[in-house]
Nanobody
Framework: QVQLVESGGDLVQPGGSLRLSCVASGIAFSKYAMSWYRQAPGKERELVARITDAGGSTDYADSVKGRFTISRDNAKNTVYLQMDSLKSEDTAVYYC???????????WGQGTQVTVSS
């Protein structure tokens, strides 16, 4: 079955940390660039971080630079998002995205809720 399954979302206090995981199945994971997006209530979905297929290059939204780290383990078909120093404005549903490096065919996960609140 072709799918992305996110996990790790939770309720956390400001200043806390979370690690999101996204496990891919049914695709040649190492041929896909992976990204994390998020969508807060009433706002458009925005790119948070992305990593190339081999993991050699990463890119971040200005709002999360220095706080979030994206990484991948191609042997486990998994991409991670380490989120530190969380702020209330990080509250959103976080989605995993896979995009093939040549065809650009893309796949989305179902999302995981992150809530930052005291």
């Amino acid at each position: 079955q072709v799918q992305l399954v996110e996990s790790g979302g939770d309720l956390v206090q400001p200043g806390g940390s979370l690690r999101l995981s996204c496990v891919a199945s049914g695709i040649a994971f190492s041929k896909y660039a992976m990204s994390w997006y998020r969508q807060a209530p009433g706002k458009e979905r925005e790119l948070v971080a992305r990593i190339t297929d081999a993991g050699g290059s990463t890119d971040y939204a200005d709002s999360v630079k220095g706080r979030f780290t994206i990484s991948r383990d191609n042997a486990k078909n998994t991409v991670y998002l380490q989120m530190d120093s969380l702020k209330s404005e990080d509250t959103a549903v976080y989605y995993c995205n896979a995009r093939h490096r040549t065809t650009l065919w893309a796949l989305w996960g179902q999302g995981t809720q992150v809530t930052v609140s005291s």
